[in-house]
C-alpha cells in the first residue's frame, strides 16, 4: 500500500455519509470504496440506501453489487477486493474516499484486523442448531463458554453466536481473546459524523418512510422471486427481514415500519458506541453547513504535516 493517507468518513446510519464522501469527491478529484457489506449485494438497492448512478454523478464507488443476494458475507474477501480498489485508485493520481458505517469492515479495511479460521463442519452444526433451536439457546449456550463475549452479541443475532462458537471450538480460547488491538496498515485520516440521538432518530424514521414509499416492498418481493429468504446473510439484512415478515403475513405493513425503524435505530447507536472507542477518529458535527469545507480541511491538515 502507498504512504499516501486515504480519507474515511464514518458514522452511524442515515447520518449522511455517502452526500458528504461525494462533496469531498468532487473537491479533491477522489472516487469512494464502500465499507458497507449489505450494499455489496446486487439488487439490494433501496433498502440498503444505495447512491444512484444519478446520485453518484459519474463519481465511481467502489464495493458495490460485488456479490449476488446468494452469496454469503465474506470480511476477509471484502476487505481484499477494497484494497485493491484503493491501490487502483491511488495508481489512477486519485484520492480513495472510504465511507460507511461498519466497523468490522472499516477495520479490516484499513488496519491489521486478523480473523480466525473456519471450520465449515463445525459451523454447519451449529447452524443446524441454530435453525432447530433458535438463537436464544445458542445465546445461552455462549454465555457458559465464553460469558464476556456473550454480553456484547444480542441474543437474537443468530449468525454472530454461531461464529463465536465456532471460533471457541476450534482454537479452545474465548472468542474475544481472538481480537487483538488494530495496527493501522492502510494510512488514514478518519473523520466521523456526530449527530445528537433525537436528530438521528428523526432522519432513521424519514429515510424508512422515503424507502417504503420508494418502493422497498416491491424490491423485496422481486429479491424473494430470486431466492432471498433462503439467503445466508441477505435475508438477515434490517429492512429486508422484516419486509420478508410482511410478505409472508406474519406482520402489517404498519408493524413492519415500527420494527425496521426500531432495528435502525438500535443498530446506530451500536455503531455510535464502537466508533467512539477509536481515538483515532475527528469528529466533526452532521449538520455544519460547510462540512465538506470542515472534513477537507482537517485532510489537507494533515497531508501538509507528514
Given at each position: 500500500m502507498k504512504s499516501q493517507p486515504v480519507l474515511t468518513i464514518i458514522g452511524p446510519?442515515?447520518?449522511?455519509?455517502?452526500?458528504?464522501?461525494?462533496?469531498?469527491?468532487?473537491?479533491?478529484d477522489g472516487e469512494?470504496?464502500?465499507?458497507?457489506?449489505?450494499?455489496?449485494?446486487?439488487?439490494?438497492?433501496i433498502g440498503t440506501a444505495k447512491p444512484s448512478a444519478a446520485e453518484l454523478g459519474g463519481?465511481?464507488?467502489?464495493?458495490?453489487?460485488?456479490?449476488?443476494?446468494s452469496h454469503s458475507a465474506d470480511v476477509v474477501q471484502f476487505r481484499d477486493m477494497a484494497r485493491e480498489s484503493i491501490e487502483a485508485v491511488q495508481s489512477r493520481g486519485k484520492f480513495p474516499i472510504v465511507v460507511g458505517g461498519s466497523?468490522?469492515?472499516?477495520?479490516?479495511?484499513?488496519?491489521?484486523?486478523?480473523?480466525?479460521?473456519?471450520?465449515p463442519h463445525?459451523?454447519?452444526?451449529?447452524?443446524?442448531?441454530?435453525?432447530?433451536?433458535?438463537?436464544?439457546?445458542?445465546h445461552e449456550l455462549l454465555a457458559i463458554k465464553d460469558p464476556l463475549t456473550?454480553?456484547?452479541?444480542?441474543?437474537?443475532?443468530?449468525?454472530?453466536?454461531?461464529?463465536?462458537?465456532?471460533?471457541?471450538?476450534?482454537?479452545?480460547?474465548p472468542y474475544n481473546s481472538r481480537l487483538p488491538e488494530p495496527v493501522e496498515v492502510i494510512p488514514s485520516v478518519r473523520v466521523g459524523l456526530e449527530i445528537d440521538r433525537p436528530s438521528m432518530d428523526a432522519r432513521i424514521h424519514a429515510r424508512v418512510n422515503n424507502m417504503c414509499e420508494a418502493g422497498l416492498i416491491e424490491e423485496v418481493r422481486e429479491l424473494q422471486n430470486q431466492g432471498l429468504r433462503s439467503a445466508p446473510t441477505a435475508s438477515r439484512?434490517?429492512?429486508?427481514?422484516?419486509?420478508?415478515?410482511?410478505?409472508s403475513g406474519g406482520i402489517t405493513e404498519s408493524l413492519m415500519r415500527e420494527k425496521i425503524v426500531y432495528a435502525t435505530q438500535k443498530f446506530a447507536r451500536r455503531q455510535q458506541r464502537w466508533f467512539r472507542q477509536d481515538p483515532r477518529i475527528h469528529w466533526v458535527r452532521w449538520?455544519?453547513?460547510?462540512?465538506?469545507?470542515v472534513v477537507l480541511s482537517h485532510f489537507n491538515e494533515i497531508l501538509s504535516s507528514q
Open positions: 446510519t442515515a447520518v449522511g455519509k455517502t452526500a458528504l464522501a461525494l462533496d469531498c469527491a468532487r473537491e479533491i469512494l470504496v464502500g465499507t458497507d457489506s449489505m450494499q455489496a449485494f446486487t439488487g439490494m438497492d463519481i465511481s464507488h467502489h464495493m458495490l453489487d460485488i456479490w449476488p443476494i466497523v468490522l469492515y472499516v477495520k479490516a479495511i484499513l488496519d491489521q484486523f486478523d480473523f480466525p479460521e473456519t471450520d463445525i459451523r454447519s452444526r451449529y447452524e443446524a442448531m441454530l435453525e432447530q433451536e433458535g438463537p436464544e439457546k445458542l456473550a454480553t456484547n452479541i444480542l441474543p437474537g443475532n443468530g449468525r454472530r453466536i454461531v461464529r463465536a462458537l465456532e471460533v471457541i471450538e476450534i482454537t479452545g480460547k439484512a434490517i429492512g429486508y427481514s422484516q419486509v420478508l415478515d410482511f410478505l449538520d455544519d453547513k460547510n462540512l465538506s469545507d
